[in-house]
């Protein structure tokens, strides 16, 4: 009876221990890190890195042109108080802080040596309309929080390198329609010509500037650009605005590169006529054929290796790159005179392709278009494709990278011993700060899980211990960077 009794105790022990398991398996999964010793909290500045860093974004989300919604667009009057808050933070950190004539925001530590070359952290504090609170904000959240936590354990001024954080002052290219006005200008890759661009009150980037105390010329302008020279490297942090590292149950990941992007405007003209008289055999239709042509964009860029031809320009490992990483979007079509009666006279549609390989993203265009071509002359309608945008892949840096990732599995180590996957690399298919900054220096990018893969909509969410993981994956690059 007794042994029976026994028996029964550590069955029911043994479940409870399993189920126990299981719940902190499944609480594991939910937040990424697992259980975090209490007595290591001290070491691991939660408060500054957790604690405060998501305070802080969430006071930043409220502050906004938009009632009800966010939004914060290039030097506007909400872009302009975020300034003053972020500069508050900057100087709580005992950073240097300065506003530069394109409206970035500086916050620099000389460190040890002031003379040596910098490392420079940063991201946008910029959104699209009805944003999100992390994009963008959480690299600068992040690195002031890692820097603060450095000053307060009188490490700051220790450190082997100056260090520069900034907060551009636009990446979205919302209300100018062009991106990367603030890293743009530090990289040196903006032309003096873009303070004469507008926007659509016919307001110019120059005139913006003149509103906000920021007088700049054509000279002061290009004065913007950084001295290589100066510059060790940059670094972002960034929310994954994809499904990836929460498909894989991982809080940070390391960017291996940023895909290319083109962005191609077609327009597909037809035979304007009445809907109920015009039979099916005799009809120049640009809306069937527009409707045939996006087709075939969605099916090549699914299955590339299917329609592209080897040779010098595309290779075996160029199809074979373009087979993980291309991706292809009509985001955009409009019709004329789009009535429900009438065939329609005109097509138009925006098709954006991107890819991490150059060569294979134009082959992918050649091909394309050869094709579109090939089913309008077909179809007897009319094409013109126009190139609107392009930019180039880019690879981060392999010495950055490594040390991100280093930086990125010590953190996670400092919050759960027992880590034994190792910090995934993933593609970035979104621009980034990080594009216009490799045209300066070395770039490396860390990404930041967030809910779903969502991005550019009030739906964005990131995790607290997430956010501090974030953190202190930079505190890490920052104790160790050379």
């Given at each position: 009876?007794a ?19 299981l719940?902190?398996?499944?609480s594991?999964?939910c ?18 890195l ?21 939004e914060?667009?290039?030097?506007s ?41 910098a ?25 002031i ?8 354990n ?6 082997r ?36 661009v ?5 307001v ?37 605005q ?14 291996k590169?940023?895909a ?39 099916s090549?860029?699914k ?19 373009l ?32 890819a ?118 930079i505190l ?7």
């Amino acid at each position: 009876m007794a042994y029976s009794t026994i028996a029964t105790f550590n069955n029911c022990f043994i479940l409870f221990c399993f189920f126990f398991c299981l719940s902190s398996h499944a609480s594991s999964m939910c937040s990424g890190i697992g259980t975090v010793d209490l007595e290591k909290s001290d070491d691991l500045f939660t408060q500054i890195l957790r604690d405060e860093a998501v305070a802080r974004l969430y006071e930043l989300g409220k502050v906004s042109d938009g009632s009800g919604y966010l939004e914060r667009t290039f030097l506007s009057p909400a872009s302009v108080r975020a300034i003053d808050v972020i500069r508050k933070w900057m100087e709580d950190a005992n950073l240097r802080t300065w506003v530069d004539q394109m409206g970035n925001l500086h916050g620099r530590v000389d460190g040890a040596n002031a003379s040596a070359e910098a490392l420079l952290i940063g991201s946008h504090m910029d959104t699209v309309v009805d944003a999100g609170i992390f994009d963008g904000a959480l690299g600068i959240v992040s690195a002031i929080s890692a820097l603060k936590a450095l000053h307060i354990n009188g490490k700051l001024q220790k450190l082997r390198r100056p260090v520069e954080v900034i907060a551009f002052s636009d990446e979205e290219g919302v209300r100018f329609q062009t991106t990367f006005l603030g890293s743009g200008a530090i990289a040196g890759i903006l032309p003096a010509t873009t303070l004469g661009v507008s926007d659509k009150r016919d307001v110019t980037i120059e005139s913006v500037l003149k509103e906000n105390s920021l007088e700049v010329t054509k000279e002061s302008f290009l004065q913007l650009k950084y001295d290589s020279k100066s510059v060790w490297g940059y670094v972002e942090v960034h929310i994954e605005q994809g499904p990836v590292l929460e498909q894989v149950g991982f809080p940070l990941g390391v960017v291996k590169g940023i895909a290319g992007q083109t962005r191609l405007k077609v327009t597909v003209r037809g035979s304007q006529g009445h809907a109920g008289t015009v039979p099916m055999s005799m009809r120049q239709d640009p809306m069937a054929a527009a409707a045939e042509l996006i087709v075939l964009m969605e099916s090549l860029c699914k299955n590339p290796e299917k329609y592209l031809s080897y040779d010098d320009q595309c290779s075996d490992s160029t199809v074979k790159s373009l087979s993980s990483s291309l991706v292809c979007t009509v985001g955009e079509i409009s019709t004329w005179p789009s009535a429900s009666n009438v065939i329609p006279g005109q097509v138009t549609y925006t098709m954006d392709i991107r890819a991490i390989d150059d060569l294979g993203r134009e082959a992918v265009i050649y091909d394309l278009s050869k094709r579109i071509y090939q089913i309008c002359d077909k179809r007897s309608v009319s094409c013109i494709i126009e190139h609107k945008h392009d930019a180039g892949a880019v690879i981060c840096d392999s010495e950055l990278s490594s040390q991100l990732k280093s930086a990125a599995y010590s953190a996670l180590r400092r919050m759960e011993d027992d880590i034994q996957v190792e910090v995934p690399t993933l593609m970035s298919g979104a621009g980034h700060d990080a594009m216009a900054m490799s045209h300066l220096t070395k770039v490396g990018m860390l990404f930041v899980r967030c809910r779903g893969g969502i991005s550019h909509s009030p739906q964005e969410h990131v995790l607290d211990n997430d956010i501090w993981a974030a953190g202190l994956a930079i505190l890490s690059l920052l104790e160790n960077i050379q």
